[in-house]
């Protein structure tokens, strides 16, 4: 609707979700937001409004789509889990076995699931890169290729939030002989009718939703070496994602763009052992292979707690959830997917107003509490 009202639905049980969804965007905290909730394989939540720019002059439609910064890390490591479920990928493999020149600088043992779990040594450039390098897939993997790790691999995680989606996507485009973004919509996102994409075709522009970055904030004055390397090399410009050249490129850690209802009805092959829509596109096994912890403790750029299983974060630690077998990852922003498999069940917020954070902030967070509470899991 043209005033930017709540539209969608919630099943009579998740009501106080609704109401919640509807608070955060009378009070400002959202500008347009969507917030979708699948519990074994049905999508019981589907809450979209608000509008889709600052300026409040376009609604926030069923269809509109946004980007999603690192939430787009979940696609890539489930189409990993694609490819590994088949038995095309050995996560315990050297990434060397798949991508011979990455060997190079002590890197011979570095293992696929080091990329996973963050801890491969691989947080960032050392060579100065630009944010037009971010669009030319051949010279920022080779230059990962060549570099050595920041620290020795597997034994702690720093946070690699751009470089991961180019690390694991390239293994998958040596497995496959196709893109990830490719891989990913043709084997999942079309198969499910999911609107969700890496590689924002031009056609589908007109559907996305204008971000309005965080305000700015002061730096950590103790920042490490990694942290800085992160925030400056290439530099995160939010103003970028309104460009045809972002949109379009594959960058599959922080490039991705959907909305609440692709994330949740895709996550669902995940909370439901593999099957979503009556398709299967996993082995249960293959879907738990996200649960096995790969490291934990303190991430070295991040400056936090962090617990890494097969390319998500893991509850427990810094992160308590209801029920131990729940898995996540949010985006620069706010956005957010939580993937409990426990009750088989998956709850995605999307947005355009960014908070400054990294992996999700209260919005996301108290609905997915709403979530909970309606479920009685709390």
Request: glycine fraction near 12%; proline fraction near 6%; include cysteine.
């Amino acid at each position: 609707m043209a005033d930017g009202s709540v539209q969608g639905h919630a099943h009579d049980r998740y009501a106080d979700v609704r109401t919640t969804f509807e608070a955060g965007l009378a009070s400002g905290e959202d500008i347009g937001a969507s917030y979708c909730a699948t519990v074994e394989g049905e999508t019981v939540v589907d809450l979209w409004g608000g509008f889709a720019d600052p300026a409040r002059t376009r609604p926030w439609e069923k269809d509109t789509i946004v980007n999603v910064y690192s939430t787009t890390k979940t696609m890539t490591a489930l189409t990993a889990l694609l490819i590994a479920d088949r038995g095309e990928l050995d996560f315990d493999a050297p990434v060397a076995r798949y991508w011979p020149e990455f060997a190079a600088n002590g890197k011979a043992d570095v293992k696929v699931s080091h990329l996973m779990s963050h801890s491969a040594g691989l947080s960032g450039w050392k060579e100065p890169i630009t944010a037009q390098d971010l669009y030319d897939w051949d010279k920022v993997t080779t230059l990962l290729a060549a570099q050595a790790p920041y620290w020795e691999p597997g034994t702690a995680s720093g946070y690699h939030a751009l470089t991961q989606g180019y690390l694991v996507g390239e293994v998958v485009r040596r497995i496959t002989g196709k893109s990830l973004g490719t891989v990913f919509r043709e084997e999942i996102a079309e198969p499910l009718g999911a609107d969700f994409w890496i590689g924002l075709p031009a056609s589908q522009d007109g559907r996305v939703a204008e971000l309005l970055p965080p305000p700015p904030g002061p730096r950590d004055p103790n920042a490490s070496a990694l942290m800085i390397n992160m925030w400056d090399n290439p530099g995160i410009d939010v103003s970028a994602t309104k460009t045809r050249a972002w949109r379009g490129a594959e960058i599959p850690a922080a490039g991705g763009t959907g909305n609440a209802r692709s994330v949740a009805e895709i996550h669902a092959i995940l909370a439901n052992g593999g099957v979503a829509k009556g398709r299967r596109f996993l082995s249960e096994a293959g879907c738990r292979k996200a649960l096995e912890l790969q490291v934990e403790g303190q991430d070295l750029v991040l400056g936090m707690p962090a617990r890494f299983g097969m390319g998500f974060g893991l509850a427990g630690g810094a992160v308590p959830f209801p029920n131990p077998n729940t898995i996540y990852w949010g985006g620069y922003g706010g956005s957010l997917v939580i993937i409990d498999m426990d009750a088989r069940t998956t709850f995605a917020y999307a947005m355009n107003k960014m908070a400054a954070t990294t992996q999700g902030d209260m919005r996301a967070l108290g609905l997915a509490m709403a979530m909970w509470t309606a479920m009685g899991a709390i």
